[in-house]
T-cell receptor
């Protein structure tokens, strides 16, 4: 099973709301990633977790807060977002740890976020 | 800093045609190169992964090649079908540290017509 699941599929939130995105994988992967993708652009890396510890934060604003409660689950907590944060948020996982390794990244279907 | 370019940006071909998508990268120090497919508004589907030590990978009608020395990879699609219509992204993975992230190309939008 090479599936990464993400919920919800769509999310509309106001600028004062607090919401969370959820990502889950049951492949035993130890690296998990959050990406942001704007229309007609490639995905941009936001965060990387390796063995449930945050290893990379690509200078993401603090209104995005990641959390990795266990090796199968990755959350992205959202608070006080701006309309320009509207995008497709993709989660991915891979077998290897962040440093080195050669495994493929498997992506989830994404959450389409609209900030009003 | 790694830069990945994909040419062409868009391509339209009739069904049944064989086609080649190109991917160029500036830093040859990569672990691997991965090709993805993305349907509109959807996530990425991994198609092929080529390790830096490999020259070629095949899966069904897809064949990907890698020439590290020249900084190029190609994705060959044989006997194209309307269902192949999607955006194709290549991504190069660096060797270590923060360079070990995937650097994506801007994609080639493919349309296969009946």
């Amino acid at each position: 099973d090479t599936e990464v699941t993400q919920t919800p599929k769509h999310l509309v939130m106001g600028m004062t709301n607090k919401k969370s995105l959820k990502c889950e994988q049951h492949m035993g992967h130890r690296a998990m990633y959050w990406y942001k993708q704007k229309a007609k652009k490639p995905p941009e890396l936001m965060f990387v977790y390796s063995y449930e510890k945050l290893s990379i934060n690509e200078s993401v604003p603090s209104r995005f807060s990641p959390e990795c409660p266990n090796s199968s689950l990755l959350n992205l907590h959202l608070h006080a977002l701006q309309p320009e944060d509207s995008a497709l948020y993709l989660c991915a996982s891979s077998q290897d740890t962040w440093q080195g390794g050669r495994a493929e990244q498997y992506f989830g279907p994404g959450t389409r976020l609209t900030v009003t | 800093k790694q830069e990945v370019t994909q040419i062409p940006a868009a391509l339209s071909v009739p069904e049944g045609e064989n086609l080649v998508l190109n991917c160029s990268f500036t830093d040859s120090a990569i672990y691997n190169l991965q090709w993805f497919r993305q349907d509109p508004g959807k996530g990425l589907t991994s198609l092929l992964l080529i390790q830096s030590s490999q020259r070629e990978q095949t899966s069904g009608r897809l064949n990907a090649s890698l020439d590290k020395s020249s900084g190029r990879s190609t994705l060959y699609i044989a006997a194209s079908q309307p269902g192949d219509s999607a955006t194709y992204l290549c991504a190069a993975r660096g060797l270590s540290g923060t360079a070990s992230k995937l650097t994506f190309g801007t994609g080639t939008r493919l349309q296969v017509t009946l």
